[in-house]
């Protein structure tokens, strides 16, 4: 079997470090750390930089747009509101849900959708990949099982047509668009959603197959590799 040399990365991988925490962070600690020669003017400069650093960063990830018209007052009340999303958030999501045609939503039902991690963008990303009558049922098992429109965006890159069951199944099993990817340059690219999900469980790794098919041969069948790791378990 011959091996292929395109490979889809999985360029939307989680990191744990936030740059914007990392760089707070930093500020905040050399304001804390007297310099030779520096006054305490110097420090207080640092302090209030960190303080607005903090601001700026809550207002982009909040979307409540610390410069906007409405001014950093409103911004400052959305950002330290730490009990839910803002109003201007949560009406700024509604209109967007209304224009896709969810309509009759309340406050509640937006702050529950977003709690688990449904909010417009990620609605209207999952629409756009061919998934348009999404309801928000499947929306909400999709976002738990942590399918990414990355995710779902990268295994129709591969071939796939998916349904949003097999999208949850794929990911309950911890498989990612990577692996997927990976075992695809590795020779099968006929691997079924069912046998991914299968390898993943019993634990097959991308090294295990080298391995095995620099003993066997690389046209090694993808249904042996899996019976050589029960056995071996």
Same mark, same amino acid.
Do not use: C
């Given at each position: 079997?011959?091996?292929?040399?395109?490979?889809?990365?999985?360029?939307?991988?989680?990191?744990?470090?936030?740059?914007?925490?990392?760089?707070?962070?930093?500020?905040?600690?050399?304001?804390?750390?007297?310099?030779?020669?520096?006054?305490?003017?110097?420090?207080?400069?640092?302090?209030?930089?960190?303080?607005?650093?903090?601001?700026?960063?809550?207002?982009?990830i909040?979307?409540?747009?610390?410069?906007?018209?409405?001014?950093?007052?409103?911004?400052?009340?959305?950002?330290?509101?730490?009990?839910?999303?803002?109003?201007?958030?949560?009406?700024?999501?509604?209109?967007?849900?209304?224009?896709?045609?969810?309509?009759? *939503?309340?406050?509640? %039902?937006?702050?529950? &959708? @977003?709690?688990?991690? +449904? =909010? $417009?963008? #990620?609605?209207? !990303? /999952?629409?756009?990949?061919?998934?348009?009558?999404?309801?928000?049922?499947?929306?909400?098992?999709?976002?738990?099982?942590?399918?990414?429109?990355?995710?779902?965006?990268?295994?129709?890159?591969?071939?796939?047509? *998916?349904?949003?069951? %097999?999208l949850?199944q &794929? @990911?309950?099993?911890? +498989? =990612? $668009?990577? #692996?997927?990817? !990976? /075992?695809?340059?590795?020779?099968?690219?006929?691997?079924?959603?069912d046998q991914?999900?299968?390898?993943?469980?019993?634990?097959?790794?991308?090294?295990?197959?080298?391995?095995?098919?620099?003993?066997?041969?690389?046209?090694?069948?993808?249904?042996?590799?899996?019976?050589?790791?029960?056995?071996?378990?």
């Open positions: 079997m011959n091996r292929k040399s395109d490979n889809y990365q999985n360029q939307w991988r989680d990191t744990d470090d936030d740059p914007l925490d990392t760089y707070i962070e930093k500020m905040v600690d050399k304001s804390r750390t007297p310099e030779s020669g520096s006054s305490s003017s110097g420090v207080t400069g640092r302090i209030i930089l960190a303080i607005v650093i903090v601001f700026v960063g809550l207002s982009f909040t979307g409540t747009g610390f410069f906007s018209s409405d001014g950093p007052t409103n911004a400052i009340s959305s950002v330290t509101d730490f009990g839910g999303p803002s109003q201007d958030l949560l009406d700024r999501m509604n209109a967007l849900m209304v224009e896709m045609g969810y309509t009759d *939503l309340t406050d509640e %039902d937006l702050t529950s &959708l @977003r709690e688990d991690g +449904v =909010t $417009a963008t #990620y609605i209207s !990303n /999952i629409r756009s990949l061919g998934f348009d009558e999404l309801t928000l049922d499947d929306a909400r098992r999709l976002a738990r099982a942590d399918a990414s429109s990355a995710f779902v965006a990268m295994m129709i890159e591969l071939g796939y047509v *998916l349904t949003v069951d %097999d949850v &794929l @990911r309950d099993a911890g +498989v =990612t $668009a990577f #692996y997927t990817s !990976n /075992i695809h340059d590795l020779g099968y690219r006929d691997v079924t959603p991914l999900i299968r390898m993943q469980r019993i634990g097959v790794s991308t090294s295990l197959i080298e391995e095995l098919q620099a003993e066997r041969g690389d046209d090694l069948p993808l249904e042996e590799i899996i019976r050589h790791r029960i056995s071996n378990q």
